[in-house]
């Protein structure tokens, strides 16, 4: 079984400028979810589809960050304009379901973004 | 407020050693509880979780982890530590209903594990 895609997988971009990353979730999974890993934290949840529909949003910055997953299969992320402290580590995951009835999260290997 | 707390930047041990990487939460209700693991350059992979039932719960690599709810922890442990062992661990636990989020995942801030051969 495919795990979960993502590219790019390393970016560098100047403040102020826009970025964009994508994800493919594992085949048949209706949840995908967006997190953001800074350095020497955890992930935070940034967004929560359930198929093509935002389950929560409560911490995406949405004056700067904007998610789709057109058709309930993949989703971009973008930010625009960057900030300084969007330097981060980007990581999409996957479940059958909602984390909420216990489903295993499966994770990409993540996009390192570096905003100088 | 809802939160996990792993209270050890890092831990060190020895090959062959057992190893305890510890994690408290707070969440009301019934927690649903989570170990994951981070190699470098790598996303997280799924170790165990607890929903219910035994308390003592056991997962992939000889890992396992004891849930107890009267000290609101969820300690990941392995009998004899491996080098490969050696890589980040995050607790999770699932958000409250009614708090915003009911179905995410709230995670710690990681454990550096460090096996010596």
């Known amino acids: 079984e495919a795990g979960v895609a993502q590219s790019p997988r390393y970016k560098i971009i100047e403040k102020r400028q826009s970025v964009a990353f994508w994800c493919n979730p594992i085949s048949g999974h209706a949840t995908l979810y967006w997190y953001q890993q800074i350095l020497g934290q955890g992930p935070k949840l940034l967004i929560q589809?359930?198929?093509?529909?935002?389950?929560?949003d409560s911490q995406l910055p949405k004056d700067r960050f904007s998610a789709e997953r057109l058709k309930g299969v993949d989703s971009t992320l973008k930010i625009q304009p960057a900030k300084l402290e969007d330097s981060a580590v980007y990581l999409c995951?996957?479940?059958?379901?909602?984390?909420?009835?216990?489903?295993?999260?499966?994770f990409g290997a993540g996009t390192r973004l570096s905003v100088l | 407020a809802q939160s996990v707390a792993q209270p050890e930047d890092q831990v060190n041990v020895a090959e062959g050693n057992p190893l305890t990487v510890k994690c408290t939460y707070s969440v009301s209700g019934n927690p649903y509880l989570f170990w994951y693991v981070q190699y470098p350059n790598r996303g997280l992979q799924f170790l165990l979780k607890?929903?219910?039932?035994?308390?003592l719960v056991k997962g992939s690599y000889g890992f396992e982890a004891e849930f107890n709810k009267s000290q609101t922890s969820f300690h990941l442990k392995k009998p004899s530590a491996l080098v490969s062992d050696s890589a980040l661990y995050f607790c999770?636990?699932?958000?409250?209903?009614?708090?915003?989020?009911?179905?995410?995942?709230?995670f710690g801030a990681g454990t550096r594990l460090a096996v010596h051969p």
């Open positions: 999770a636990v699932r958000a409250s209903r009614g708090a915003g989020g009911y179905n995410k995942l709230i």
């Open positions: 589809f359930q198929n093509n529909g935002v389950v929560d």
């Open positions: 995951a996957s479940s059958r379901g909602l984390a909420g009835v216990g489903n295993i999260q499966y």
């Open positions: 607890y929903i219910t039932g035994d308390n």
